[in-house]
Structure formats: C-alpha cells, structure tokens
C-alpha cells in the first residue's frame, strides 16, 4: 500500500475536528501535527481520535513551527475568519505541502480570497474550501434529477438562513451553483439590516438580510435570512415540471410520475443513511477521499476547490455590495474589501444599540472573548 498523506491541523475546534473525522475514516491520511494558540484544546482534541491508529499528532503553539516540523503533506485550516488567507499562504508556502482543505467563508474578503488563490496556484498547491455538503448523497442526487429534466427547468430555489450571511449563507450559495451544475451567477440584489454590533467569529456581521441572485440559465435562487426565526440548510427547488426539497439526509421530489411526493433516502459510500452525525461523517469523509484523489493524480478536479469557493463567497459579498450601492450588481463583484465593512465604517448602516457582542465567543478559552487568530 502506498504511503498515506501526512495532515497538519491548525486550529482544533469544531471544523477541523469535521475534518480530521474525515481524514481519519477516508482511511487515506495520518494526522502528524496539530496546532492551537491554547495547549488544553490540542488535548481535548486528542481524546476525539484515541480509536485511531492513524492519529499521532504531534502539539505545536506556533502554526509555522507545525508547518516546518511536521512536515505535513495536507494542511487544514479551521481558525476563525479572518486568519483563512494569511494562514493558507503559509501553509502554500510550506516546504512539502501539496495541499489546503481551508474552512468556509474563504476569507473576509474579496481581495483576501483572491491572494489565497495565486499563493496556491504560484506555489503549485491545491485549495479546497470546506464546503462539504456538496458530498451529500441527497443534494447530489437532487443534482442528478435537475440535469435529468425530472422538474423542467429550474426557475427558482430557496433557503433560509441565520447567524450572518458569510458564516451560514456561505453553503447555500455554494449549493446553488452546485444543483445547477455550476453553472455562474450574473447578477445579485440584496438588502441587510445591521442595528447591533453583531460579530461572528471576529467578523462584523448583518441581523438581517434578503438576498435574490441571477443565473445565467435564466434560474434565480433567495435566501432568506434571520427575517424568521427558523433557519435550516437544504433549499425547496421549483422548476416547470415539478418540486424538489432536499436536507441534508433526504430528498422529497413531487413531478408527473411522483403519484404525490415520493421520498429518497439515499445511503453514503461511507455510512447507511440515518447512522450517527450522518451529515458530517459522509461528507467529511467523501471530501477527503476526493482531496486525496486529486493530490495523489487520480483525478484532475476536487468539487470544492478553490475557484469554486471563491463565487459562493462572492455572491454573498455581493448581497453586501447591493446593499451598500442600492442597487442590481453583476458579477464579477469589482470591490476587493468587504462592502458590509464600508458601510458600517462610513456610517452608512449606524449601530442604535451600542455594545460589541460575538456570537462565537463560548467557544474561545480562558479571558479570551475577541479572536482567536492574535499570533497571526
């Protein structure tokens, strides 16, 4: 059997525990080396993996020293937001590394996002963003049925979303251009409410939001967010010929030859459908089967590569976009900072109730509240 491929995992919360699961049960990587600024959480982590034989991490503080140290051939990157970019061009800069599984949102902004893209692409190293539910047995059989015609042409999608368009919504304008073979986005309009100082993840965020995207087949595609207090992912998918609904377990299509809704609950390659965390085991562990492929020349593309990651994140920092110039905006989005930003800096969206808060803030350790990305 060949050798496995070597993963470095800096920041060890709750998405790169998703990721390291993946590697693990992929049974195709070995995870040498893991970072945090905060040693206890390298140890929590740790008791995650003890019934893997593969799991022989080695504890770093200091990311780069992991990078040098560990000699990792994969790196995953699960820091919050805004250390995406600086810390997957050291990774891509790394002696040794092949490639980046980075978390979603790709960057905070724009201009970030697209230096994250020629580092990789100067340094001949792959970029995978962190979009995993594109590995969903029932969003890609949904893809299957649109392709197939078994609802006509699609003519509009919805989801609903909540806790700030970047954090959430991110998944959703990924899945749009994924059920519709990802195909472009071409034009955005949108509006955000921001009455608090509301942050997620160390990222100034809206409370609310309405979002309309264009696509180039004629298909459009809303997202609803934080306007209700129900949010789920998945989306409700309305063509010429019939219905399609899907969550991340199942699918429900209603056409012609349906007799009424007719349900799908279609198994992974890695777990039966209904098994334990079903979601992120199956897509975890596909994600980095398929990132493994491609590192190893088995295959020429990965579906959530770095291209890929940058429109989904695009299209939401065009909603901002819309909202800061009130008006229709066509892609490709032309500024390079982040337009929900500009807007609160220059006083265009004014805070009435004064006092930071950052809904992510339980999960940094000890006096921390703010960041967990300081040593950047």
């Known amino acids: 059997m060949a050798d496995k491929l070597r993963v470095g995992v800096i ?7 998703n990721h390291t699961y993946g590697y693990l049960n992929s049974t195709r990587y070995e995870v040498v080396g893991i970072s945090d600024l905060s040693p206890q959480a390298m ?25 040098v140290k560990a000699m990792p051939d994969i790196v995953s990157v699960g820091v919050w937001h805004k250390g995406h970019s600086p810390m997957t061009i050291a990774a891509a800069a790394a002696p040794g590394v092949k490639a980046v599984l980075c978390e979603k949102p790709m960057a905070d902004s724009l201009g ?24 969903l047995p029932a969003y ?34 990924d899945m749009f251009r994924y059920l519709l073979g990802d195909i472009e986005c071409t034009w955005v309009t949108g509006q955000v409410e921001r009455q608090t100082d509301h942050w997620e993840r160390a990222t100034r965020i809206e409370d609310k939001a309405l979002a309309v995207f264009g696509f180039e087949n004629g298909a459009q595609a809303m997202i609803v967010s934080d306007l209700t207090p129900v949010r789920w992912q998945g989306a409700r998918i309305y063509g010429s010929e019939g219905m399609i609904e899907i969550t991340v377990d199942d699918l429900k299509i209603m056409n012609a030859n349906s007799n009424g809704w007719a349900v799908h609950e279609p198994d992974g390659e890695f777990l039966k459908f209904g098994e334990d965390r079903f979601e992120w085991f199956e897509a975890g562990a596909a994600q980095a089967r398929e990132l493994a492929d491609w590192v190893e020349g088995r295959s020429d593309y990965h579906r959530n590569n770095g291209e890929n990651g940058y429109k989904a994140l695009e299209m ?21 900072v982040n337009p929900l930003e500009v807007m609160i800096d220059d006083g265009h969206l004014k805070v009435r109730y004064p006092g930071q808060h950052d809904i992510r803030a339980k999960q940094l350790r000890g006096e921390n509240l703010g960041d967990d990305t300081q040593n950047v």
């Open 140 to 173: 890609t059989l949904a893809r299957q049925m649109i392709e197939d015609g078994e609802v006509g042409d699609v003519q509009l999608i919805t989801s609903i979303a909540g806790d700030g368009l970047p954090n959430y919504a991110t998944h959703q304008t």
């Open 112 to 135: 970030a996002a697209r230096e994250m893209l020629i580092k990789v692409a100067t340094n001949d190293v792959k970029l995978v963003i962190g979009h995993q539910r594109r590995f």
């Open 316 to 336: 939401i920092h065009g909603v901002y976009e819309s909202a800061r110039l009130h008006e229709q905006v066509f892609m490709p989005v032309k500024t390079m």
């Open 43 to 67: 140890k929590d982590f740790d008791d995650k993996f003890t019934e893997y034989s593969d799991y022989k991490a080695e504890h770093f503080t200091d990311f780069r020293e992991m990078l």
């Open 11 to 17: 920041g060890c919360g709750s998405m790169t525990t």
